[in-house]
């Protein structure tokens, strides 16, 4: 981490982990929850003497600061709300979460559109509960310490630019803005995270993480409410009241089988195949057929002697998602139906994408190919 000035040592576990704590969903960004100052003990308190002056602060300084502060911290507790969004979806979240360092147990209780969980993890190991489906999960991860705490920073602001940005007020509480910018983008994504932290106490404010590739863009939002610092957490806290119907979550996967030949993968499937018009300089490569309850899908693959593919694949349940409402496809006709088509830039390569749906399933072309030639691979699909 390259922070402006010198770079601490080490840097305090508690910030990134917030800030990461719900970026994998997705979800549009709302207005913002009232934010409040933490709660803490006299104990805690007493460590604030001693740090900058605001208007003389640098990003280090506040991470060394910060850093400090947290050396106190034996219980913490909190509740993330996080939203999502960009141009195709939206979703928000939240999570309440509390940590007992001493006693080195967790809580968290995880509210997303998909449904509620609630985990418990100590020094034995971990128990999922699943409210909505009623199931029950045991693993053998156990609690130790940081690393297994929603309290990570690494992966946020090691390698990266950390630059202070000055004081703002966020919602009545007065904050540090430190903006951080990996060092090493992927691809031809752009990444940035602005974080406020209170200038009182060093814990976060909010946050906002955007993403944005040219076609492709994302912006992730987080309120961090009732933080509370070295108060008693009720013990009752750390258990899981779960109901004795409560079953274990039926973790079977999908039958799955590979061919490398075409005659072989059509001749032990009793799905309908696509018989796709592929043009002359690409030869069949290997092939996939999944068998489930839920579905089942058939992919063949193509490719030519300059190592450009080609991908067409039928899932027999239709998709869920909506293209119309995604700004980067582009409706095309295909025969009688409505296709939508895309192209996604890696390095100096284009690839283009086909989705659309025909019969109650769900086809997709994916490959080296202009949109005219990927229209000509779908139209050749007899799907009626």
Same mark, same amino acid.
């Given at each position: 981490?390259?922070? +402006?000035?010198?770079?601490?040592?080490?840097?305090?576990?508690?910030?990134?982990?917030?800030?990461?704590?719900? /970026?994998?969903?997705?979800?549009?960004?709302?207005? /913002?929850?009232?934010?409040?100052?933490?709660?803490?003990?006299?104990?805690?308190?007493?460590?604030?003497?001693?740090?900058?002056?605001?208007?003389?602060?640098?990003?280090?300084?506040?991470?060394?600061?910060? !850093?400090?502060?947290?050396?106190?911290?034996?219980?913490?507790?909190?509740?993330?709300?996080?939203?999502?969004?960009?141009?195709?979806?939206?979703?928000? /979240?939240?999570?309440?979460?509390?940590?007992?360092? +001493? +006693?080195?147990?967790?809580?968290? @209780?995880?509210?997303?559109?998909?449904?509620?969980?609630?985990?418990?993890?100590? @020094?034995?190991?971990?128990?999922?509960?699943?409210?909505?489906?009623?199931?029950?999960?045991? =693993?053998?991860?156990?609690?130790? *310490?940081?690393?297994?705490?929603?309290?990570?920073?690494?992966?946020?602001?090691?390698?990266?630019?950390?630059?202070?940005? *000055?004081? +703002?007020?966020?919602?009545?509480?007065?904050?540090?803005?430190?903006?951080?910018?990996?060092?090493?983008?992927?691809?031809?994504?752009?990444?940035?995270?602005?974080?406020?932290?209170?200038?009182?106490?060093? %814990?976060?404010?909010?946050?906002?993480?955007?993403?944005?590739?040219?076609?492709?863009?994302?912006?992730?939002?987080?309120?961090?409410?009732?933080?509370?610092?070295?108060?008693?957490?009720?013990?009752?806290?750390?258990?899981?009241?779960?109901?004795?119907?409560?079953? @274990?979550?039926?973790?079977?996967?999908?039958?799955?089988?590979? =061919?490398?030949?075409?005659?072989? %993968?059509?001749?032990?499937?009793?799905?309908?195949?696509?018989?796709?018009?592929?043009?002359?300089?690409?030869?069949?490569?290997?092939?996939?057929?999944?068998?489930?309850?839920?579905?089942?899908?058939?992919?063949?693959? =193509?490719?030519?002697? *300059?190592? !450009?593919?080609?991908?067409?694949?039928?899932?027999?349940?239709?998709?869920?998602?909506?293209?119309?409402?995604?700004?980067?496809?582009?409706?095309?006709?295909?025969?009688?139906?409505?296709?939508?088509?895309?192209?996604?830039?890696? *390095? !100096?390569?284009?690839?283009?994408? %086909?989705?659309? @749906?025909?019969?109650?399933?769900?086809?997709?072309?994916?490959?080296?190919?202009?949109?005219?030639?990927?229209?000509?691979?779908?139209?050749?699909?007899?799907?009626?």
């Amino acid at each position: 981490m390259r922070p +402006e000035g010198n770079a601490p040592s080490s840097i305090a576990v508690l910030l990134g982990s917030l800030l990461l704590l719900v /970026a994998a969903i997705g979800g549009p960004a709302t207005a /913002a929850p009232a934010a409040s100052a933490p709660a803490q003990s006299a104990d805690y308190a007493q460590t604030q003497a001693d740090t900058p002056d605001a208007d003389n602060e640098t990003a280090a300084e506040i991470l060394d600061s910060y !850093e400090r502060q947290l050396s106190s911290v034996e219980t913490i507790s909190l509740t993330v709300v996080s939203n999502s969004s960009s141009a195709s979806y939206s979703s928000s /979240a939240e999570q309440s979460i509390w940590v007992d360092f +001493e +006693e080195n147990r967790l809580r968290t @209780e995880s509210t997303t559109d998909y449904g509620e969980t609630i985990t418990v993890r100590n @020094e034995s190991g971990t128990v999922v509960y699943n409210v909505d489906d009623n199931t029950v999960s045991e =693993y053998e991860y156990a609690f130790d *310490g940081q690393y297994s705490t929603p309290l990570s920073l690494d992966t946020l602001v090691n390698d990266s630019d950390v630059t202070y940005e *000055g004081v +703002e007020t966020i919602d009545g509480t007065e904050t540090y803005r430190l903006d951080i910018e990996p060092q090493m983008q992927y691809g031809n994504h752009s990444y940035q995270t602005t974080v406020w932290v209170a200038t009182e106490t060093y %814990l976060p404010v909010q946050s906002r993480t955007t993403s944005d590739s040219g076609q492709y863009s994302y912006e992730v939002t987080q309120e961090y409410r009732n933080v509370t610092v070295n108060e008693p957490i009720p013990e009752e806290r750390f258990t899981i009241d779960v109901p004795d119907d409560a079953e @274990e979550p039926d973790t079977s996967t999908p039958a799955f089988f590979s =061919y490398e030949s075409e005659s072989e %993968l059509r001749a032990n499937t009793t799905q309908s195949v696509p018989e796709p018009d592929v043009p002359g300089n690409y030869s069949f490569e290997n092939g996939y057929v999944t068998e489930s309850d839920d579905y089942t899908s058939v992919t063949l693959g =193509y490719a030519t002697d *300059g190592e !450009e593919s080609l991908t067409v694949s039928k899932r027999t349940t239709s998709s869920a998602y909506s293209y119309d409402d995604n700004d980067n496809y582009d409706a095309v006709d295909v025969g009688n139906q409505t296709g939508y088509y895309n192209e996604l830039d890696y *390095g !100096e390569s284009t690839i283009s994408i %086909l989705v659309w @749906e025909c019969a109650g399933d769900h086809y997709t072309v994916y490959g080296s190919l202009s949109e005219s030639e990927t229209i000509d691979v779908a139209e050749s699909i007899d799907c009626e």
